[in-house]
């Protein structure tokens, strides 16, 4: 007969045998590798694609995800560069940056991380350029390779520069800004056609005093500012980059068909000091997805036509500090979407306030709305904030938009639309064109064409029109089939 002691000894042998069962069991299971030939590795791409980047700069990492979707455990005996030392891309394997690895264990059912980035020589060339090479794994005798492909762009560099002479930027190569890029005093930088402008992260363009920036752009080859990230990702994030600021006496700046996007203050215009000409001309340009303001100007001069201002944090036009302005044909669209937006897309005001609280008056001699539409995603888009110690004066003139004011005082608005829906095309993509049933179309008048400081009788994309009567509103003639 068993005893209570003897029976408690088989039980207590029995639990252990059955716990160290168990433990061997799971750990022979996690333990063993795979060597079945026929299992391999599977990869999020078989390509890893890099947008262009600017030689001599780094891109941002991509990630490549490596999978063993085996039950069991893969020895990766190597992890390589086909390129080596020579390749431009670079690795980081699961958190070891290294041109190559060896030995490297991925659990059953598991994935891991392979960062990949490249920097690319220059080339001396003009013309974007294909850098290829290609990721070597080795398991279980297997070859399998996932490639590498980047396009590398020469291009001329900025690095806190002023401009002491009067310089061109040409169409030969992109021109990458660092720090701040300032013309000085005196001087002019002239932009040609097609150039294309990148800022880095925080940078921008300064126009000093007595200084002139002149932007030439076509309808065929328009200008374009934006930054420096490439990537897919970043095509509509805003606040990439800083400003253009046309500082406090800078003069006969003239800005035509150029695209501005994805900054903080597309432009800033301080006071003039010219009592002849204008401080800014701006011309069938367009302005899109700033953090903050589209076109802040203060105590300026500013003549605007054929331009499309929207979708900026704060407000598309921001007229401060009294100043003359004539906008013609201009569609200012503020849809935002990233955060809060609770300003209107045009504020208007005759006053400062400086350090002390106190009050500084001036004059707005003169803002002129023709032709234009003023709309967005907000409950008020005007704000006209004004002080009675300084000139006030503006007009409103075969204007639609979107406002609670009181527009029915002839003197400051002539055959206005309020609060209709202008029926763009697609405001969510920019698309800021009249559609079919718009409002927008057949509303303007051809005085303000005829007395306008340029030729209108083209719109931002070069149609006509004249040719058929009245025209519409805003920086787009609706072409009818």
């Known amino acids: 007969m068993l005893t209570f002691k003897r029976l408690y000894s088989y039980l207590f042998s029995g639990i252990v045998l059955l716990f ?7 750990c022979n299971k996690n333990d063993i590798t795979d060597t079945n030939s026929t299992h391999k590795l599977s990869f999020s791409n078989d390509t890893v694609m890099f947008d262009t980047v600017f030689t001599s700069v780094g891109s941002s990492m991509q990630t490549l995800m490596i999978y063993n979707k085996n039950p069991l455990k893969l020895k990766i005996s190597s992890i390589r560069l086909a390129g080596g030392q020579n390749s431009p891309f670079r690795l980081n394997i699961d958190g070891t940056p290294a041109l190559s690895l060896n030995d490297v264990e991925i659990a059953g059912k598991d994935s891991m ?17 294909i850098q290829s090479d290609s990721i070597l794994f080795e398991t279980n005798g297997n070859l399998q390779c996932v490639h590498l492909v980047a396009w590398g762009q020469d291009a001329h560099f900025y690095n806190n520069v002023t401009l ?29 056609p097609g150039a294309r402008i990148y800022f880095h992260h925080n940078s921008s363009l300064f126009v000093h005093r007595d200084a002139t920036l002149k932007v030439n752009g076509t309808l065929e080859q328009p200008v374009t500012f934006q930054g420096d990230r490439l990537e897919d990702f970043y095509n509509d994030i805003p606040s990439q980059w800083g400003e253009i600021w046309m500082q406090a006496g800078s003069k006969d700046n003239e ?12 432009l800033q215009v301080d006071s003039t000091v010219s009592s002849s000409t204008p401080t800014l001309r701006l011309s069938n340009t367009t302005i899109n997805n700033m953090g903050e303001a589209g076109l802040l100007a203060e105590d300026a001069w500013v003549k605007a036509a054929n331009c499309v201002i929207g979708n900026c944090g704060i407000y598309a036009v921001y007229l401060n500090k009294g100043g003359n302005y004539d906008f013609r044909h201009c569609t200012l669209g503020n849809f935002w979407i990233y955060n809060v937006r609770n300003t209107p897309s045009l504020k208007i005001n005759n006053y400062a306030i400086d350090n002390d609280g106190k009050t500084i008056p001036y004059d707005l001699t003169n803002a002129y709305f023709g032709n234009c539409v003023i709309y967005g995603n907000e409950y008020e888009e005007i ?12 007009k409103f003139e075969y204007c639609l938009f979107k406002t609670q004011l009181n527009v029915s005082d002839p003197v400051y608005y002539s055959n206005c639309i309020k609060n209709r829906d202008p029926l763009f095309v697609d405001y969510t993509t920019f698309n800021l064109q009249p559609d079919t049933l718009s409002p927008l179309i057949k509303a303007g008048s051809f005085d303000i064409l005829n007395g306008s400081w340029m030729d209108l009788s083209r719109d931002i994309k070069g149609n006509s029109r004249i040719s058929e009567s009245p025209p519409d509103l805003g920086a787009y003639q609706r072409i009818r089939p």
């Open 255 to 266: 800005i035509s068909y150029a695209i501005i996007k994805n900054g903080t203050t597309a």
């Open 383 to 394: 704000m006209l904030d004004k002080k009675d110690a300084a000139l006030f004066n503006y």
């Open 164 to 192: 002491k002479s009067n310089t061109v930027f040409t169409n030969d190569k992109p021109h990458v800004i660092y720090g701040n890029l300032t013309v000085d005093s005196l001087r002019t930088l002239t932009i040609q």
């Open 20 to 26: 160290l069962l168990i433990f061997m069991f799971s």
């Open 113 to 129: 991380f392979v960062f990949v980035k490249v920097t690319i020589n220059p080339k001396n060339t003009n013309d974007p350029f």
